[in-house]
């Protein structure tokens, strides 16, 4: 089968960093779905993982964890889902990743695709809704609308590709009052859209614009990037006993001095979509649960899909040139591509 794949890890602007490849076809098996992918979405794990390093892989290392697509054929322990099925799913990061025409994937972190979007508009969100809805729910036990009393967060990166559905997830699932980081007038215009109460500017010291906007404290801080840079402006406006949920580690893995945070008692959270289905976790089902979920909450329109641009089917070109816009650092929701034609 067909694929986009690499061999090197290389520069995006090195035309071998991606390549179009002929793969084996996989055959499901266990509870293993066979999906033919129509559309997939491009993350920055994908850019990280394929980022310049020594290795050299001897088969086409394929990478993506954000599509949606059509079961083809199950395994003979699957019990959710049928052939014939539309899906999206975020996959596991320790498989071959999704760009391709045919991909396994286990039917535990797999959901009904939302029958109100399109595979593109769909393919651009399991990864973000899975984390967003984690790392709230999950980890920061953030209680749902109506359940418990009424909080606020701040959301660093709320233009990005988590911060964009994190936005909605908090103030229309959670009830929460957002306030969210944005540095450019299109983003903050973005973060808006999707239900942000305030915007401050991430390359200016918090305290003091939460100040000018006459903001208190929060209640929780979701940050989803720089964490290492953010780590005094988060103790600076975190409340006591407040809750801080984090994404990113500091770059080169040095150490992040949560120290800070001990005088309030805040607790810090962490939180990587792939944890359930790398160890197996006895609720890696939840996935499911979760996107079945969010599915009928895009359905019932409370949610929107964050896909801002689509870049064409899915080949090596195409996928250097998403991959090349996720490390500017100034895409403003999801990009997608296409299932590969």
């Known amino acids: 089968m067909r694929a986009v794949g690499l061999y090197r890890y290389l520069p995006i602007e090195d035309p071998e960093s991606l390549l179009d490849v002929e793969v084996p076809t996989p055959e499901a098996r266990g509870r293993d779905l066979l999906l033919r992918v129509k559309a997939v979405s491009v993350n920055p794990v994908d850019t990280k993982v394929r980022s310049p390093k020594e290795a050299v892989e001897t088969q086409p290392r394929i990478l993506g964890w954000d599509a949606a697509g059509v079961v083809e054929a199950v395994g003979d322990g699957v019990s959710l889902f049928s052939p014939g099925d539309e899906v999206y799913y975020a996959g596991s990061h320790v498989r071959p990743g999704c760009d391709s025409e ?15 979007l399109s595979f593109e508009q769909a393919a651009a969100m399991p990864l973000t809704t899975l984390t967003a809805w984690e790392v709230m729910f999950d980890r920061m036990g953030v209680p749902r609308a109506g359940e418990g009393p009424s909080a606020s967060v701040l959301i660093i990166g709320g233009a990005g590709g988590v911060g964009s559905i994190a936005i909605q997830i908090a103030r229309r699932v959670a009830g929460l009052r957002v306030l969210a980081t ?160």
């Open 102 to 116: 045919l991909h396994l994937v286990d039917e535990r972190i797999v959901g009904r695709k939302p029958r109100t």
């Open 182 to 341: 944005a540095s450019r007038g299109e983003s903050a215009q973005w973060c808006r859209s999707l239900g942000a109460d305030e915007i401050i500017d991430h390359h200016q010291p918090f305290a003091e614009q939460f100040q000018r906007l006459g903001e208190p404290e929060v209640d929780y801080i979701l940050c989803f990037n720089s964490t290492e840079k953010h780590i005094q402006n988060m103790a600076d406006v975190i409340k006591p006993q407040g809750k801080i949920g984090c994404i990113v580690g500091a770059k080169g893995n040095a150490p992040i001095p949560t120290s800070l945070f001990m005088r309030k008692s805040v607790a810090f959270c962490w939180e990587l979509m792939f944890t359930r289905a790398e160890f197996q976790t006895p609720d890696m089902q939840v996935q499911h649960d979760i996107l079945n979920a969010a599915a009928d909450l895009y359905d019932d329109g409370t949610l929107r899909t964050t896909m801002r641009e689509s870049l064409g089917p899915l080949n090596a070109e195409n996928l250097r040139r998403a991959h090349a816009a996720i490390e500017s650092g100034r895409t403003i929701g999801k990009l997608v591509l296409s299932g590969i034609e």
